[in-house]
T-cell receptor, first 110, second 115 residues
Framework: RKEVEQDPGPFNVPEGATVAFNCTYS??????FFWYRQDCRKEPKLLMS???SGNEDGRFTAQLNRASQYISLLIRDSKLSDSATYLC???????????FGTGTRLTIIP | EAQVTQNPRYLITVTGKKLTVTCSQN?????MSWYRQDPGLGLRQIYY???????DKGDVPEGYKVSRKEKRNFPLILESPSPNQTSLYFC??????????????FGPGTRLTVT
């Protein structure tokens, strides 16, 4: 089993819809979680950190479920500009390991 | 402007010819790392550095070397490149305070082709 798994998609979603995707991790000792966004052939950029209590930033909501070992990202009222690949990142402080998921590709359709 | 720079951005080389990809950050970050990104495999960490003169292997270190002689620079060295090292490479840096990891800032990427 991969350490960090994401559904690669692609997800094709109409503009204005709500879309959610998950990222599962195998190491229960993982302690920090992030979502990054990567546009085609560009560098990844931080979208948001994921806190234990869940957190929201505008149209984006991130959740952490430690019992089931996954994090989720919800995008409401999706815009054309949300089209990108979304990468989850899991950090294990114990072995200083930082692991990226392979990414979920999202395309918003007009 | 706070940034991570990489050079060159594009490189085509031949098998066995040593090359260096430079990485520099101007944010006084302690943590720096190198990743390669391949289709279907995502970003995989090659090497990382917690501070000057402190480097460690990531998930795919074979065929690569790094050094961290200064805080701002973290070059990636391929002593004898092979075609399976054809990839998109990213350098990244971040603050590191105790066990707290902060946002990773990525360079623009270096697309390497080894023939």
């Amino acid at each position: 089993r991969k350490e960090v798994e994401q559904d690669p998609g692609p997800f094709n979603v109409p503009e204005g819809a709500t879309v959610a995707f998950n990222c599962t991790y195998s190491n229960s000792a993982s302690q920090s979680f992030f979502w990054y966004r990567q546009d085609c052939r560009k560098e990844p950029k931080l979208l948001m950190s994921v806190y234990s209590s869940g957190n929201e930033d505008g149209r984006f909501t991130a959740q952490l479920n430690r019992a089931s070992q996954y994090i989720s990202l919800l995008i409401r009222d999706s815009k054309l500009s949300d089209s990108a690949t979304y990468l989850c990142v899991v950090i294990d402080f114990g072995n200083e390991k930082l692991t990226f998921g392979t990414g979920t590709r999202l395309t918003i359709i007009p | 402007e706070a940034q991570v720079t990489q050079n060159p951005r594009y490189l085509i080389t031949v098998t066995g010819k040593k090359l260096t990809v430079t990485c520099s950050q101007n944010m006084n970050h302690e943590y720096m790392s190198w990743y390669r990104q391949d289709p279907g495999l995502g970003l995989r960490q090659i090497y990382y550095s917690m501070n000057v003169e402190v480097t460690d292997k990531g998930d795919v270190p074979e065929g690569y070397k790094v050094s961290r002689k200064e805080k701002r620079n973290f070059p990636l060295i391929l002593e004898s490149p092979s075609p399976n090292q054809t990839s998109l490479y990213f350098c990244a840096s971040s603050l590191l305070s105790g066990q707290e990891y902060y946002e990773q800032y990525f360079g623009p990427g270096t697309r390497l082709t080894v023939t």
